[in-house]
């Protein structure tokens, strides 16, 4: 027989194990699924759908995606289309809690909620979770649009409601089709992504008076620089296009911006009503 004890010492330590073990493994969100631990498969949706190699799958395959990428379109729009006004904020999921962006994402959030927008945001760590942070303890919507990773991230706990996509390109569509501006604080890759991708819209006029504002500027110094020297100098921008961002470290003025141009949009809207209505009456 084992020692007294023993038998209630080995299950403490397996059960501690497994606790410890479900705490910190990975996890992954795959629309509606949570994926943890050997569950999770090597590939992202993503990367199984954009892969050349698996291109004589398509007959078995690709329908089925496209089904799949279907149901997100209806779950974002379904989700989202009650939404009051929003602004989609992106940056680093990289930041630290304390650094400049992310006081400043912070700011940035609880300025637009007091503005009555509700927070749009990747949902993850760093300065989304911070614009989150920052719209929920100023009493407004915190909305988290997170994505199917290689690498763990998840929905930060500021948000108040949070989707999780597969695919970059539906998740992207709700970034714009519900938000009325973009603020961009220093980031990598995924935000400079977004950044051009609104620059692009707004400039070849797929979306009309979408203001982007730019925070940090000793980060975008550089890069706008390179815009006016070489993409301006070389004719592959317009002088116009340089004025599609407003660059600033002041939170007020990046929010009276937005505040602004929606302003001025309704005006336009309400005054071509005016025409449509006594255009009916003559």
Known sequence: MPAPGLATVVTMTHG????????????????????????????????????????????????WRALRILSEFV?????????????????????????????????????????????????????????????????????????????????????????????????????????????????GFGTMDELFEALTLVQTGKVTRFPVVLMGEAYWRGLLDWMRTTLLADGKIGEADLDLVLVTDDVDAAVHYIVDADAALAAEQEALLDAATSGGDD
């Open 16 to 63: 501690n194990g497994r606790e410890r073990h479900r705490r910190g493994g990975p996890e992954r969100h795959r629309g509606a699924v949570t994926l943890r631990r050997d569950a999770i498969p090597f590939a992202t949706a993503d990367q199984r759908l954009l892969d050349s190699r698996t291109r004589a799958d398509w007959k078995t395959k690709d329908a």
């Open 75 to 187: 779950e974002g729009f379904d989700t989202l289309a009650d939404l009051p006004p929003a602004v989609s904020v992106f940056g680093s999921a990289r930041s630290r809690p304390q650094s400049p962006e992310c006081v400043l994402a912070e700011q940035v959030g609880a300025a637009l909620a007091r503005a009555g927008y509700a927070v749009i945001t990747g949902g993850g760590p760093g300065v989304m979770e911070a614009a989150n942070r920052g719209a929920t303890e100023a009493g407004g919507l915190s909305v988290g649009l997170g994505i199917e990773l290689p690498f763990e991230q998840g929905i930060n706990d500021w948000v108040d409601m949070g989707i999780d996509f597969r695919y970059f390109f539906a998740r992207k569509t709700m970034f714009v089709k519900y938000a009325q501006a973009f603020v961009v604080l220093p980031g």
